[in-house]
């Protein structure tokens, strides 16, 4: 049984100063063979604005130790050259929005294995860059497991939440993007699943601790892009910029 989710949130402003990170959660699946109590959590990535945030401010830093991230894109308009020349990026023409938004939507496209289509909506002309972190064919976690399930045996960052009745356990992928699983105790789904939030994952996160684990969690197929676009308006001889963030998520289980 293959069963493909797709979750997506529109282009919006944030403010990277105070939101380090944005996650997209998605239920899995109820209809699947039970195998234990543990088969129906929420699974959310995390993906990481700051760092996202980074790499386009080391554009501008000349003595960066900026490099290429596995799974992770720059790029910039085509008649502009970062200053740090460690940077590695992707040009476009963002003075065409329409031939820019398609050369970034088939990237995605192909890096996601097809899953993610039409990232983008829509481009403006003062676009100035755009970071892309991509995830693609991502099983999670990677350990042996049934057809449904998978062991997950080992030490993670876990927490334990009895107040509201739920474990929480983070699987990290890179300096960018994160998995978390967040299992609710028998009984508490529903009390769990209303929890759950950019602020609230944040602050539980905060409170994780180095565990040893040993137990089943749902096996999952990710795939999914979040993309930092920064636009650069002029006024008075002054210039703004403004960022915004997108993030699209597809899963499949198992």
Not at 19 to 31: A, D, G, I, N, W
Not at 111 to 140: C, M, P, Q
Request: hydrophobic content about 40%; aromatic content about 10%.
């Amino acid at each position: 049984m293959k069963l493909l989710l797709f979750l997506c949130v529109g282009a919006s402003l944030v403010h990277l100063g105070v939101q380090e990170y944005s996650y997209l959660t998605l239920t899995v699946p109820k209809h699947l063979p039970r195998q234990n109590s543990h088969d129906y959590v929420f699974l959310s990535l995390a993906f990481n604005l700051g760092s996202l945030d980074s790499t386009y401010e080391e554009l501008e830093n000349s003595e960066g130790t900026s490099h290429s991230a596995d799974g992770v894109a720059i790029f910039l308009n085509d008649n502009r050259s970062p200053i740090n020349k460690n940077a590695k990026v992707i040009a476009a023409n963002f003075e065409n929005p329409t031939e820019a938004k398609a050369q970034l939507n088939k990237f995605v496209t192909d890096h996601t294995s097809g899953k993610i289509k039409n990232a983008f909506r829509s481009l403006e002309e003062n676009t100035d860059a755009i970071v892309i972190s991509y995830v693609d064919k991502w099983k999670v976690p990677v350990s042996q497991g049934r057809k449904f399930t998978l062991q997950l045996t080992g030490e993670y960052n876990v927490l334990v939440n009895k107040e509201l009745g739920f474990t929480m356990i983070e699987i990290p992928k890179n300096q960018y993007v994160a998995a978390v699983y967040t299992i609710p105790d028998a009984g508490k789904e529903e009390a769990v699943g209303a929890a759950i939030s950019d602020h609230n994952l944040a602050l539980w996160r905060k409170s994780m601790t180095r565990q040893s684990i040993n137990l089943e969690v749902p096996r999952a197929t990710l795939y999914g892009c979040a993309a930092l676009t920064t636009e650069i308006d002029s006024d008075d001889n002054f210039e703004h910029k403004r960022s915004k963030y997108t993030a699209r998520i597809s899963a499949t289980f198992p």
